[in-house]
């Protein structure tokens, strides 16, 4: 099976240098993408295929239901370096509807390790179970991933690193978007923010 994997491996790669000459050595020369994308770990949601994006067009953190947690310092060195060195000009946060993490947050087992990632999202479904009523389990797992997507701009939002390109008069907007495996198609839910008005003031740093 491995074996496999390399020889597609090579396939694209020779199909990839037949369609423009040169693409890897211009793709090995510089890393300069405008969008830092931030999504689930599913293998079911591949980030530079749903968008249509090339490699290097798209600077991808991904991680089991999309956290982007204060603690978490491998998500906040990729923020962190998307955005002062990278210097992107869109983060865009991408959940997709039936996330299992999501879905086992609003669960009661023991799932071992796992459950101390999960709290974030049970949080989350906590803050907002006046929302989350329904009797449809389905609905309710996608409208708590709706709400997670929200809470993590929210979270990016937060950050030193982003409100310090704003000090700074930097262009950097983050958006919320959702995507659904079952017909591939991308929801923008609506929640971009680009200035400290999106920022309560206790968050805001000077």
């Known amino acids: 099976m491995l074996g496999d994997l390399l020889a597609n491996n090579r396939r694209w790669a020779e199909k990839m240098e037949k369609q423009t000459p040169g693409f890897f050595k211009q793709l090995a020369a510089q890393q300069k993408p405008d969008y830092l994308w931030i999504g689930c770990s599913d293998s079911r949601v591949p980030a530079n295929e749903i968008v249509g994006l090339m490699p ?3 600077f991808v953190h991904r991680n ?7 603690t978490d310092l491998n998500c ?4 962190h370096y998307a955005v002062e060195v990278l210097q992107v000009k869109h983060i865009i946060v991408c959940g997709h509807y039936g996330c299992g993490g999501v879905r086992a947050a609003l669960g009661h087992q ?3 390790l796992i459950d ?3 709290r974030h999202l049970k949080d989350i479904g906590y803050t907002y179970r006046d929302i989350l009523t329904m ?3 389905d609905a309710r797992v996608n409208r708590l991933c709706e709400l997670n997507v929200k809470q993590q701009v929210a979270n990016i939002c937060r950050t030193k690193v982003v409100q ?5 008069g930097r262009e950097l907007a983050v958006h919320g978007w959702i995507y659904s495996i079952e017909d591939g198609v991308i929801n923008d839910l609506v929640v971009d923010a680009d200035d400290f008005a999106s920022i309560p003031d206790i968050y805001c740093v000077e």
Do not use: K, M, Y
């Not at 906040?76 to 923020?79: A, E, R, T, Y």
């Open 56 to 58: 290097g067009e798209l």
């Open 64 to 70: 089991i239901a999309n956290l982007v947690l204060p």
């Open 76 to 79: 906040i060195s990729v923020l």
């Open 110 to 112: 023991d799932l071992g």
């Open 116 to 118: 101390n990632w999960l």
């Open 135 to 137: 009797d449809d389990e």
């Open 164 to 168: 310090r390109a704003w000090q700074q």
